[in-house]
């Protein structure tokens, strides 16, 4: 019982922080083939819509993709339904980082998340998201 209300409640409060309904996606992959991080993302931009879409967020969260999107928003000016796939990624962080606080990630886990040009894109996506 209490597992899947946590789920149901993930699923909104993903829906509720990005303002997406992924219910709009009907799935035509324009945003993955305009998707720069694509190659190394073992969860493609039009597939994490169908996981919120089913409700699946542990998959997700869990997902390499999470930080490999670099919210350079590509996928938000393809999409003819006006479903924001970076939306969600980036609300999925926003649960992980709540939930585990910021000291979530172990120093060994680190490295092998970082890329040599990590820094310069995490600029650029805090940047973007608080000049707004």
Not at 16 to 39: D, T, Y
Not at 75 to 80: A, I, S, V
Not at 105 to 118: H, I, N, R, T
Request: proline content about 6%.
């Amino acid at each position: 019982g209490r597992n899947i209300m946590s789920h149901v409640n993930k699923v909104d409060q993903i829906k509720e922080i990005s303002g997406v309904n992924p219910l709009k996606c009907m799935k035509c992959g324009k945003c993955s083939a305009s998707c720069p991080s694509f190659n190394e993302m073992d969860i493609k931009p039009h597939q994490f819509v169908s996981y919120v879409q089913n409700g699946d967020i542990e998959s997700l969260v869990q997902s390499k993709s999470l930080w490999k999107c670099l919210s350079c928003f590509a996928c938000l000016e393809r999409c003819p339904r006006d479903v924001k796939p970076a939306k969600l990624i980036d609300a999925a962080r926003q649960l992980v980082v709540r939930e585990k606080g910021a000291t979530y990630l172990s120093p060994d886990e680190v490295p092998e998340l970082l890329d040599e040009d990590l820094p310069q894109q995490l600029l650029v996506s805090a940047f973007r998201r608080y000049r707004r």
